[in-house]
């Protein structure tokens, strides 16, 4: 490992939120570099444009780095972490990712068995790109050694009592209400739809429930575009309900709603309110 007097950050992978958080390590002192092989022409122009440096391979990451960030969806946290391990890392890995309490302590498990140090992030927020938008929280041993690195910049970083699974456990139960009503809510239109009843009840939410019309027409387009991003996060929350034994069906069903609109990924015009519900229902 080769840090040449500055602390080195590899960070896996620079999506729209993972290079936010890239930029907050530079903020705050640190290298960042990153890995271009197999990476979108999106995720290039991204790590370019914060200055990110790049090693070419995932085995050129693992050998420079100090830290090791791992912000991607939820669903490849666990295969990534094994691809580091796998290389020999045994340094700080920090998995930021929407995963349940139970996904970060078998990758506790797997890092600690490999002589590394784990700490287990939760972010709450959008892309960290002004002030007061974005919360990492940290838990474990090496949580404040982590800190450091990141809190100079846009990023908030609050570092919180518990091991393996804590922040995870806080970014489940924060995102189980906020990403959890917003499929509801889009679930809920379709039904009106499919009823015959929508003008009707747009007609009672404006008397009795007025901001949920609002967030139906300017909420769930943003909804729709991260859907693709939300239904692992929805499958790994139904985990989290289940482990605790508590009733999953809700955030299983928001899966299916999120997985149905796949198709709006990133879309900057995707629709709300009731164009947006008519595509859960069947052709």
Not at 4 to 22: E, Y
Not at 37 to 49: F, I, L, N
Request: charged residues 20%; negative net charge.
């Amino acid at each position: 490992m080769n840090d040449d007097g500055m602390t080195t950050i590899g960070l896996l992978h620079p999506g729209a939120m993972g290079s936010s958080i890239g930029a907050a390590a530079q903020a705050s002192g640190a290298r960042v570099v990153w890995v271009s092989e197999d990476r979108s022409e999106a995720t290039v122009a991204r790590a370019k444009a914060d200055g990110f440096e790049d090693v070419d391979w995932l085995n050129g990451l693992v050998n420079q780095s100090r830290i090791i960030l791992s912000v991607c969806p939820p669903e490849f946290a666990l295969e990534l972490a094994e691809e580091v391990c796998a290389l020999g890392y045994r340094g700080i890995y920090v998995d930021a990712n929407a995963i349940a309490p139970a996904t970060s302590r078998t990758i506790a498990e797997l890092v600690e068995r490999n002589h590394g140090s784990y700490v287990d992030g939760g972010i709450i927020g959008g892309p960290a790109r002004q002030p007061d938008t974005t919360r990492l929280y940290l838990a474990g041993a090496q949580a404040e050694f982590v800190a450091q690195f990141l809190d100079k910049g846009n990023l908030e970083v609050n570092c919180i009592e518990g091991d393996a699974g804590a922040a995870s456990a806080l970014k489940m139960a924060y995102a189980a209400w906020t990403k959890g009503t917003s499929a509801l809510l889009a679930d809920v239109i379709a039904l009106a739809l499919a009823e015959g009843v929508h003008d009707s009840l747009v007609a009672e939410w404006e008397r009795s429930q007025p901001g949920l019309l609002q967030r139906a027409e300017r909420g769930l387009p943003s909804a729709a575009a991260k859907a693709w991003r939300w239904v692992g996060e929805m499958e790994e929350i139904a985990a989290t309900f289940e482990a605790n034994g508590l009733p999953d069906g809700f955030h299983r069903a928001a899966a299916e709603v999120y997985r149905r609109l796949e198709q709006f990924k990133d879309d900057p015009n995707a629709p709300g309110g009731a164009e947006l519900a008519k595509h859960l229902l069947p052709d």
